[in-house]
């Protein structure tokens, strides 16, 4: 079993920037896949980014990519999303995701442990 835990979210302004957080506890993360997923009111969920057990990230290009850095330290038992230039409509829940397996998903299903979210709010 995994537990995480989201931290790192707020209210900031266009433009601005964030850098969310997801503690690992529980089994070792460290040959597994992990990503952040967002949902906003209204919306399903939706990928953001991925990282493999072997630090190769993946983004979702139309949305994030050049904007967002997904990393993890593996000494930590930590991911991290660093946002930047945010927009008002990457306004939502922010969730971090483990997967029992090594390489990444883009769809939730692919996962199987999910923290509780954190919410990111970018006024105009």
């Known amino acids: 079993q995994v537990q995480l835990v989201e931290s790192g979210g707020g209210l900031v302004q266009d433009g601005g920037s964030l850098r969310l957080s997801c503690a690992a506890s529980?089994?070792?993360?460290?040959?597994?896949?992990m990503g952040w997923f967002r949902q906003a009111p209204g919306k399903g969920r939706e990928f953001v980014a991925a990282?493999?057990?072997?630090?190769?990230?993946?983004y979702d290009v139309n949305s994030v990519k050049g904007r967002f850095t997904i990393s993890r330290d593996y000494a930590k038992n930590t991911l991290y999303l660093q946002m930047n230039s945010l927009k008002p409509e990457d306004t939502a829940v922010y969730y971090c995701?483990?997967?029992?397996?090594?390489?990444?998903?883009?769809?939730?299903?692919?996962?199987?442990?999910w923290g509780q979210g954190t919410q990111v709010t970018v006024s105009s």
């Open positions: 995701a483990a997967s029992s397996n090594m390489q990444v998903a883009v769809e939730p299903r692919g996962y199987d442990y």
């Open positions: 529980g089994d070792t993360i460290s040959r597994s896949a």
């Open positions: 990282i493999n057990w072997l630090g190769v990230s993946t």
